[in-house]
């Protein structure tokens, strides 16, 4: 149990366009969702936590209008790059908690990203 | 905030090695979780171990929380090994804090 589909696992998209995301939850409801971003060579980076039906708490200098982040059922979150630029370019992560803090996080495969 | 320092950052083995892997943190936590992740970036949750031992096959790992510390052993390691391995701890806000990563490289 506990898997996390993550859509679309590539992307490429010309610069100016708007790319979503899709995080879902299959087999259990999931509380929090998370947002991850990864540069080459380097570890996750936290963008941005959503609970369902409220609105998402980002991190520092991460810009909220540009990242948008929808979580509209306790099964799907979304993330919207809007006006993607090349340096949008990266590996987006998203994961998902069942329950409280000291529960495990279940990660999606992650989408490539690629801006021309 | 809490930190989390890994080592090696770098490892190069035969296959058939063993090896150790280690993450050191900061702070008490009440979350911690190894992660494999292979080089087509997928990530592959291997232990959720805030304290003690779990054994997966050829994988094992063991925290101890008191000294804030955990260990990840590979036995007997093979190609599909290769790749970048997290810890990442969590505590009472709930946010994974993630170390840098060992990256792993399994020669046959």
């Known amino acids: 149990g506990a898997v996390v589909s993550q859509h679309p696992s590539r992307v490429i998209c010309k610069s100016g366009t708007s790319v979503k995301i899709e995080c879902r939850s299959l087999?259990?409801?999931?509380?929090?969702m998370f947002w991850y971003r990864q540069f080459p060579k380097q570890s996750l980076m936290l963008m941005a936590t959503?609970?369902?039906?409220?609105?998402?708490?980002?991190e520092q200098g991460v810009e909220k209008d540009k990242f948008l982040i929808n979580h509209a059922s306790l099964t799907l979150s979304t993330l919207t790059v809007t006006s993607a630029h090349p340096e949008d370019s990266s590996f987006y992560i998203c994961?998902?908690?069942?329950?409280?803090?000291?529960?495990?996080?279940?990660f999606g495969n992650g989408t490539r990203l690629t801006v021309t | 905030g809490i930190q989390v320092e890994q080592s090696p950052p770098d490892l190069i083995l035969q296959e058939g090695a063993n090896s150790t892997l280690r993450c050191n943190f900061s702070?008490?936590?009440?979350?911690l979780q190894w992660f494999h992740q292979n080089p087509w970036g997928q990530l592959i949750n291997l232990f959720y171990?805030?304290?003690?031992?779990k054994q997966n096959g050829r994988l094992s790992a063991t925290t101890v929380a008191t000294e804030r510390y955990s260990l990840l052993y590979i036995s007997s390691s093979q190609t599909t090994d290769s790749g970048v391995y997290f810890c990442?701890?969590?505590?009472?806000?709930?946010?994974?804090?993630w170390g840098a990563g060992t990256k792993l490289i399994i020669k046959p």
């Open positions: 702070d008490s936590v009440n979350n």
């Open positions: 087999d259990f409801q999931a509380t929090t």
């Open positions: 990442a701890v969590a505590y009472s806000n709930y946010q994974l804090i």
């Open positions: 171990i805030p304290s003690g031992t």
């Open positions: 959503s609970n369902e039906g409220s609105k998402a708490t980002y």
């Open positions: 994961s998902a908690r069942r329950g409280g803090s000291s529960s495990p996080l279940h």
